[in-house]
Nanobody, 119 residues
Framework: QVQLVESGGGLVQTGGSLTLSCAAS????????MAWFRRAPGKEREFVAS????????NYADSVKGRFTISRDNAKNTVYLQMNNLKPEDTAVYSCAARHWSLTEYSDWGQGTQVTVSS
């Protein structure tokens, strides 16, 4: 099990950028596939991006592909989400999640950080 704490959210104008961070504590960080999800008001939680344990591969939702970049620093037990060219529809609570390599579902979640994009 890992404990996850997100930071870096805030208010930004359309076209702006933000970088979210998710600090992990607990067991070996490099044993976990990491991901970012988001939940907009009145909508279901949706997948944003994920990254493999080594950081060598990443997957993105079509809605953020080309604008967002997920990365990780295993030495710092931290995963990042660089968000560029933000749009009002990116407004949501962003949460990071961890999935142990031996499991099929994400089992550990952070509290989330609010991102608001003004038009």
């Amino acid at each position: 099990q890992v404990q996850l704490v997100e930071s870096g959210g805030g208010l930004v104008q359309t076209g702006g950028s933000l970088t979210l961070s998710c600090a992990a504590s607990g067991r070996t960080f490099s044993s976990y596939i990491m991901a970012w999800f988001r939940r907009a008001p009145g909508k279901e939680r949706e997948f944003v991006a994920s990254i493999t344990r080594s950081g060598g591969n990443a997957n993105y939702a079509d809605s953020v592909k080309g604008r967002f970049t997920i990365s990780r620093d295993n030495a710092k037990n931290t995963v990042y989400l660089q968000m560029n060219n933000l749009k009002p529809e990116d407004t949501a609570v962003y949460s990071c999640a961890a999935r142990h390599w031996s499991l099929t579902e994400y089992s550990d979640w952070g509290q989330g950080t609010q991102v608001t994009v003004s038009s």
